[in-house]
């Protein structure tokens, strides 16, 4: 298990328009302290609701540290970071949100536990709660102030991604229309990241294609056997006739 299987870290709220901004720079070939020293000068001016405005130095650094998933990932992570620039480069900005979420889901897999609470839970009903969310989180990371504080901070991203809408009543959201996934490729990259985020880094076939960590998205439909011809990081194992098994092949995916 990775230490970042069992870390939180979504300690503010992260508006898209800061990951766009970094994908940006990381395709325009900008070095690492290029990047780092241009969102430390434009963050420091953003609000983390969004807009303009003064805010804290410690503040805006926790905020740099998610966004370095796009430029300085961890080791395990550079080969599916990599591939994510690959589509990055060829599909349009305004389609770069399932790759953001990817991308934060396997660097920061508390993102994705709650994102996959959120899923399971509109699964049952049409609308959510703070408190439902916060309640089933907590079964597993723990019953801690920090932990529904991160949560919090991660519900709020949802929101400010427009993936989640506020209903009117407080601290009470709906689901935004999910978007299709027409790109097979990035429809396995969110699979690869969903298998980066799990400690285990397999899961049954079926569902990794249901998981409700993807409630935002419409996923194309896929066989295994497409996904393991076109991923170098999965492999799929066959237990009898309908019994499949999708795992890493390797943390590196070289």
């Known amino acids: 298990m990775s230490k970042r299987h069992e870390k939180l870290g979504i300690k503010q709220t992260i508006q898209k328009e800061w990951m766009d901004r970094t994908l940006r720079m990381v395709l325009a070939g900008m070095t690492e302290k290029e990047i780092r020293q241009d969102l430390d000068q434009y963050l420091s001016t953003q609000k983390q609701s969004g807009g303009i ?3 804290g130095q410690k503040t805006y650094g926790m905020a740099i540290g998610i966004l370095a998933s796009w430029f300085a990932p ?3 992570l550079r080969g599916f970071r990599d591939e994510a620039l690959k589509i990055a480069r060829v599909i349009p900005e305004e389609e770069w949100l399932p790759l953001h979420w990817a991308v934060i ?3 920061y897999p508390f993102w994705f536990n709650v994102a996959k609470q959120v899923g399971r839970l509109f699964n049952l009903q049409e609308s959510v709660t703070q408190v439902q969310i916060f309640n089933r989180i907590k079964e597993q990371y723990g019953d801690r102030e920090t932990v529904a504080r991160n949560a919090r901070y991660t519900v709020r991203s949802f929101v400010a991604w427009g993936v989640l809408q506020e209903s009117g009543v407080k601290g009470c959201y709906k689901k935004a229309p999910s978007r299709q996934i027409h790109d097979r490729k990035l429809a396995v990259l969110m699979m690869e990241a969903a ?3 799990i400690p285990e880094g397999k899961m049954a076939f079926g569902a990794l294609l249901r ?3 993807f409630f935002p998205f419409e996923l194309s439909v896929m066989t ?3 996904i393991s011809r076109t991923s170098s990081c999965i492999d799929v194992i066959r237990h009898g006739l309908d019994d499949e098994i999708v795992m890493l092949i ?3 995916c070289a």
């Open 211 to 213: 998981n409700p960590a």
């Open 195 to 197: 298998l980066f985020a």
């Open 74 to 76: 961890e080791d395990d």
């Open 53 to 55: 405005g003064e805010r």
């Open 224 to 226: 295994s056997d497409f």
């Open 105 to 107: 889901s396997a660097a």
């Open 250 to 252: 390797s943390a590196s």
